[in-house]
């Protein structure tokens, strides 16, 4: 039986495709392994800034380094991207690319590198995931061109799974997994290329009634999709998670318009009104980009302020890194380095304060946690429905379970707890 150890980097997306990856090449015969030697090596790739697209290479190459006699191969978005130059890395053997589905054929040489299907590819995950939450992908691709971004290029056009494959996934899933989060490359476009009449709330709303399944947790989405018809639908979805990662990378007009993003700052503040007027307890969380190209020192703090005036629950501060073959890698007026520098470190010291006053307001009160992990110091870690990070002691072994826990503090980023039930 030959052995294969899976790398995975980048996003969600991605570490979901190694799973389904590895649940087929298991099907086949072959052992997954962790570790380090292996005789085979596959190396899921990301691409979306040059810094992921260099640790990608990187890791090629430590592969043939660790076992000379290794076969190595390639898939993911710089394979994809990239093919001919990730091909011309010394003991590189197969390079693949978003597409997984004939992995199996590809490591026995019975099957050439695919191109991107027209339609979804339809593979699924139900036993390799991880012991606490299981992801669940339900679309593919990207049609936005964000001036920033290469992942439209790697991924191509959005497409949609089918629903009845995922509601059978999902099933399948609720006999081991209290929560299952849902993913793609851009969600909010969920539906919009199938010929039927639907969209991520009817996907929802279906997953709702799924015995055995408790939580359902929504990736990255659009503010766009954050219509009054959207939230009056998710507020009565009593499994869905009050927490929206609503993606806002900027919070100037201005700079949104040059990344050409789809809302302006009033829009955005309108949906997360809805969202707070309609969902209890709903946090909201966000990516932003400091030193996009063109921003100047006033609409940096106008980014600041409109942060500030939103209060986000957690934020993911990104310094803006240049990516080939973008629209953005081309303009003038590139931000300095340390500019950059100083930007972030004010934008993070904001998101911690927001954070800490998000997080105090729930002191005193009582909230269920699904517990994931205990750590060297004893103490169990888990989420609760809003993802606030919650730690608490207990003589039982948590993880995988939901408890009632009383906060008791805020303690270095996370809510202290006292299990109640």
């Not at 099907?27 to 899921?44: F, R």
């Not at 009817?202 to 015995?211: F, Y």
């Not at 002191?363 to 103490?379: A, C, I, N, Q």
């Amino acid at each position: 039986m030959k052995t294969i150890k899976l790398i995975t980097l980048g996003c969600k997306t991605n570490f979901y495709e190694s799973s389904a990856m590895a649940g087929l090449l298991s099907g086949a015969g072959y052992e997954i392994t962790e570790a380090d030697i292996a005789d085979i090596y596959i190396i899921n790739t990301c691409t979306v800034t040059n810094t992921g697209a260099s640790k990608s290479r990187q890791a090629i190459r430590k592969c043939k380094q660790l076992n000379p006699s290794s076969i190595v191969a390639v898939t993911g978005c710089l394979a994809q991207l990239d093919a001919e130059e990730v091909a011309k890395i010394d003991g590189v053997d197969i390079v693949s690319g978003v597409s997984r589905g004939n992995i199996v054929e590809l490591l026995e040489g019975v099957a050439a590198k695919n191109d991107i299907s027209d339609e979804y590819e339809e593979i699924s995950v139900v036993e390799t995931q991880s012991r606490v939450r299981a992801v669940v992908k339900i679309q593919d691709g990207c049609d936005n061109y964000c001036s920033y971004c290469i992942i439209p290029f790697a991924r191509g056009r959005s497409r949609s799974r089918k629903l009845e494959n995922i509601l059978a996934e999902a099933s399948d899933l609720a006999k081991n997994y209290n929560e299952i989060v849902i993913t793609g490359i851009n969600l909010s476009s969920y539906g919009n290329d199938l010929a039927e009449d639907i969209s991520l709330s009817d996907v929802l709303e279906r997953l709702c009634e799924i015995d055995g399944i408790e939580r359902i947790r929504l990736g990255s989405l659009s503010p766009v999709i954050v219509t009054e018809d959207f939230v009056l639908r998710a507020k009565k979805l009593d499994k869905l998670c009050p927490q929206f990662h609503l993606s806002l990378q900027s919070g100037c007009d201005e700079t949104l318009k040059a990344m050409n993003r789809r809302y302006d700052t009033n829009q955005y503040f309108e949906a997360v009104r809805l969202l707070r007027e309609n969902i209890a307890d709903c946090a909201i969380t966000t990516d932003l980009i400091v030193g996009f190209p063109g921003e100047t020192d006033e609409q940096f703090e106008q980014s600041y302020e409109f942060c500030k005036q939103t209060g986000f629950s957690q934020m993911h501060i990104f310094k803006y890194s240049k990516r080939d073959r973008t629209v953005a890698a081309g303009m003038k007026n590139q931000v300095l380095k340390a500019d950059k520098q100083k930007r972030s470190e004010k934008m993070l010291a904001l998101a911690l304060n927001m954070k800490a006053e998000f997080y105090q307001n729930y002191v005193g009160r009582v909230v269920d946690v699904l517990f994931e992990s205990r750590k060297k110091t004893g103490v169990f870690h888990g989420l609760t429905p809003n993802y606030m990070d919650v730690l608490a002691k207990s003589a039982d072994n948590l993880e995988g379970k939901i408890r009632r826990v009383k906060i008791t503090g805020v303690e270095n980023e996370y809510l202290a707890g006292e299990i109640i039930d």
